[in-house]
């Protein structure tokens, strides 16, 4: 699907800077810092820049991979509807090279624990990427 198609379908308008955040998280399953997105999207003001991104997170469009020392994650949902997020997988850190990546997981995660109700669960692991080992 295409930018363009992926946006109506959340029901956002296409805009350009709507367009750009999707072009700049690309097609892969690796996910990008804020201050990284900040830099390929310099054109555009850091307020709208930063407004958008959570309206894409509002939407189910792209979601936060990881928060770490201040520095935000972004990466591009799946299967997330403007309803809400499904994430089946896990985020995955590697120590050496620093990339973040939504990696699938073979099984949905399931856990239960008396009188408790659980929506979603989030699984961080860290390590060496293929990469990097
Ligand atoms: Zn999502
Ligand atoms: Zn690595
Ligand atoms: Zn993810």
Do not use: W
Request: charged share 25%; with cysteine; glycine share 4%.
């Amino acid at each position: 699907m295409d930018a363009a198609t992926t946006l109506k379908k959340h029901d956002l308008k296409v805009t350009k800077i709507r367009l750009a955040i999707l072009d700049a998280l690309g097609k892969t399953e690796l996910a990008k810092p804020y201050a990284e997105l900040q830099a390929m999207l310099a054109e555009f003001d850091r307020t709208t820049l930063y407004r958008t991104l959570l309206a894409l997170m509002e939407k189910g469009v792209i979601h936060k991979a990881l928060e770490e020392n201040g520095e935000s994650y972004y990466a591009l949902c799946s299967d997330c509807s403007i309803e809400t997020h499904v994430h089946d997988h896990m985020h995955f850190k590697c120590t050496t090279c620093g990339v973040v990546q939504c990696l699938d997981l073979p099984k949905r995660l399931k856990f239960s624990a008396p009188g408790i109700h659980i929506d979603s669960i989030e699984v961080f692991a860290k390590g060496q990427c293929s990469n990097c080992n």
